[in-house]
């Protein structure tokens, strides 16, 4: 079983600027998944894309999905400080198991 | 809230003792499942249950012994664990197995000492 990889490992940036998130993965996926956690908190479910979707909006997310090149990316706009926690992604392999990547942390500074 | 509670939140066990993590959820899930998540590591699938059966388990030592009594509450009984245990623990579940997204509990920090 596969591991997700995440970049960068960490992010810290302004309010009102954009954060990008990338992951990648190896094998073939039935969708990919973000989460987002607060520190020493649950995880929160951000949005799902299907392996046949390219692109997904959720409010101030959205996620691109490149199954030739295996990687997805989160994009959320108009950062605000409320939105530092860690943020993971999670893909489903064929086989029915959620994997997870070992998350971007990003700070978001006011 | 998620729908998914874990209790307790906070446990401080000596490696002699027997413990127990308690997850609940009302949502009305067939599948249910623990993580753990040690600092600086992705998080690990540790055991899935789907409709009361165990159907996965990741080679996790036999020192965690999970339980489902019923599709609304998941056990993790806990016994002679090592200080490398030390994690948080969560807990999930989801409508079915595999199906879509997952909703989390906010774990039970667990400190082995």
């Known amino acids: 079983s596969q591991q997700g990889e995440e970049d960068p490992q960490a992010l810290s940036i302004q309010e009102g600027e954009n954060a990008t998130m990338n992951c990648s993965y190896k094998t073939s996926i039935n969708n990919l998944q973000w989460y987002r956690q607060n520190s020493g908190r649950g995880l929160v479910h951000l949005i799902l894309?299907?392996?046949?979707?390219r692109e997904k909006h959720s409010g101030r997310l959205r996620v691109t999905l490149d199954t030739s090149k295996k990687s997805s990316s989160l994009l959320i706009t108009a950062s605000r400080a409320a939105d530092t926690a860690s943020y993971f992604c999670a893909f489903m392999e064929y086989g029915n198991k959620l994997v997870f990547g070992a998350g971007t942390i990003l700070r978001v500074k006011s | 809230e998620t729908g998914v509670t874990q209790t307790p939140r906070h446990l401080v066990m000596g490696m002699t003792n027997k413990k127990s993590l308690k997850c609940e959820q009302h949502?009305?899930?067939?599948?249910m499942y623990w993580y753990k998540q040690s600092a600086k590591k992705p998080l690990e699938l540790m055991f899935v249950?789907?409709?009361?059966?165990?159907?996965e388990n990741n080679s996790v030592p036999s020192r965690f012994s999970p339980e489902c009594p019923n599709s609304s509450h998941l056990f993790l009984h806990l016994h002679t664990l090592q200080p490398e245990d030390s994690a948080l623990y969560l807990c999930a579940s989801s409508q079915d197995f595999g199906m879509t997204e997952a909703f989390f509990g906010q774990g039970t920090r667990l400190t082995v000492v």
């Open positions: 894309i299907r392996s046949n979707e």
């Open positions: 249950y789907s409709l009361e059966e165990r159907v």
């Open positions: 949502l009305g899930h067939n599948a």
